[in-house]
């Protein structure tokens, strides 16, 4: 199962009662440390930091909040014991301010969008992008059904899925890949 | 001896260098008198930079009111006097204010600490969206971007100046400039400027060639911060991208320099060097209404 963080209520129990914006780099920087304490807790694969009761979300917040907690946890070598990412009722202009801090760090991440369909935001190549939209799509795949996606050979898909596995992207259950929102054991 | 600095009728971004050039020929311990009396209009800038002015002098100074009614009135429930008392004196008559007449965007308001950023952007959210919609024409998705241009731009006091600041938000009709309605935003402080933040870094190198202007370019064009993490800098990146979707302008005026990303419906200068020295830094941000396209 997963595990849910209400950003909202961390930023109300964490800064102030009456605050529903996350503004500020101060204020980010507490939230983010509550985050943390809430994951040395979590046993789950999955971490769904959920943004739905959120109003605004300034650049400088989501650099605190969102790109340094995937900078811990899900950059170039993440520890086994590190969370997948699911980031829940991100809205648009929440997506203005992550995707620009992403940019900055060449950080990625997955969103559930709360009036549309998950996507994968961030820095990723088109290849990269296509492979995570297979897994996407299929639920589960193999390498194979990747490299038809993807039109590649089936060593460079493999090498693809890989990399999003380490970038904490996609999951790995055997030979397959799977969606960070699918429930299972990370191999 | 008193000096008397003599305010213009109009008090924007451009005539307070007016002011400026008058008051650089006196240190911050003579005194000076701040003679607003035949001031007829002032933009958010102008009254930010007011304030601004006093924090920045040693001897405190006097300041006359504006003798029209209606400007004083209005600078009154812009919130001006509530805090020029505090670091002018103040002469001449001074309207009295209804708690909730203010028709002002924002009224003048303190950014001293985190907190104050959180009070701002709550303040400004409802009212943005009205005007932004309905006077301005432009998206209601430009809303949220406003509010963050705002805390961002506010945070910069916060981060970078070393005291606090002030900040001011207002729509009106721009008629001799540009036909149009804009909304502004003024953020003004008195603190160390971008070029002694950018100095106070780790590391930081002295070029040939350093000095205001090219502080400026560093942060407001290239993102640095004195802060040497990669995220740092957002702040006046997000700024720009903002402005650039809206067709915005910004200027950052910090010393002896103010940079600007000009607009098509502009002509400003892109970078003025050599002006009077002024301390902190002051940011002003203009989005004008959005015209049908012919």
């Not at chain 2, 209005?74 to 020029?84: P, T």
Request: glycine share 8%; with cysteine.
């Amino acid at each position: 199962m997963s595990h849910l963080i209400d950003v909202s209520a961390v930023l109300r129990r964490t800064v102030a009662d009456h605050f529903s914006d996350l503004v500020t780099r101060p204020t980010g920087a507490a939230v983010r440390t509550q985050i943390e304490a809430q994951l040395l807790l979590s046993t789950s694969a999955t971490v769904v930091i959920d943004f739905s009761a959120v109003g605004l979300l300034d650049f400088s917040c989501a650099d605190e909040v969102v790109a340094k907690l995937l900078l811990r946890h899900a950059a170039d070598s993440p520890e086994a014991g590190d969370p997948f990412f699911l980031f829940r009722g991100v809205s648009d202009s929440h997506l203005d301010a992550i995707e620009a801090v992403l940019e900055r760090h060449g950080l990625a991440l997955v969103a559930e969008p709360s009036d549309g369909p998950r996507l994968v935001v961030g820095a990723l190549d088109p290849l990269e992008r296509v492979a995570w939209e297979a897994i996407s799509r299929l639920g589960s795949a193999a390498p194979a059904d990747v490299a038809d996606a993807a039109g590649c050979a089936v060593a460079d898909a493999e090498d693809i899925l890989e990399g999003l596995r380490r970038r904490r992207l996609v999951r790995r259950r055997e030979s397959h890949y799977l969606t960070v929102w699918e429930e299972g054991a990370d191999a | 001896m008193t000096t008397v600095i003599t305010v213009p009728p109009s008090l924007d971004d451009t005539s307070f260098e007016q002011v400026l050039e008058q008051v650089a020929h006196f240190p911050p311990e003579q005194k000076i008198l701040v003679d607003a009396r035949h001031t007829r209009w002032a933009s958010p800038y102008g009254l930010t930079a007011l304030l601004t002015l006093a924090e920045s002098r040693i001897e405190r100074p006097d300041f006359a009111a504006p003798e029209i009614e209606d400007t004083a009135s209005y600078w009154a429930r812009a919130g001006f006097f509530k805090y020029a008392v505090e670091m002018y004196d103040v002469h001449g008559h001074i309207p009295k204010t209804r708690a909730g007449e203010s028709e002002v965007l924002l009224e003048i308001t303190p950014v001293r600490k985190s907190e104050d950023v959180h009070t701002v952007v709550g303040r400004i959210q409802q009212k943005a969206a009205e005007i932004i919609q309905k006077k301005l024409n432009i998206d209601a998705k430009a809303t949220v971007g406003f509010a963050m241009t705002l805390s961002e731009a506010c945070q910069n006091i916060i981060e970078h100046a070393g005291r606090g600041g002030w900040v001011m938000v207002q729509t009106y009709q721009w008629q001799k400039r540009l036909g149009r309605r804009v909304v502004v935003i003024a953020v003004c402080d008195a603190g160390v400027g971008f070029r002694s933040s950018l100095e106070s870094a780790q590391g930081h190198r002295l070029g040939d060639r350093w000095d205001d202007a090219m502080a400026l370019e560093e942060a407001v064009i290239r993102g640095v911060s004195r802060f040497r993490e990669t995220g740092r800098g957002q702040g006046l990146a997000g700024i720009r991208r903002y402005i650039g979707r809206w067709d915005g302008k910004l200027s950052v005026r910090s010393g002896t320099a103010r940079i600007t990303i000009v607009p098509e419906w502009d002509d400003d200068e892109p970078l003025a060097e050599g002006l009077p020295n002024f301390p902190g830094a002051q940011m002003q941000i203009t989005i004008p209404e959005k015209v049908a396209a012919k």
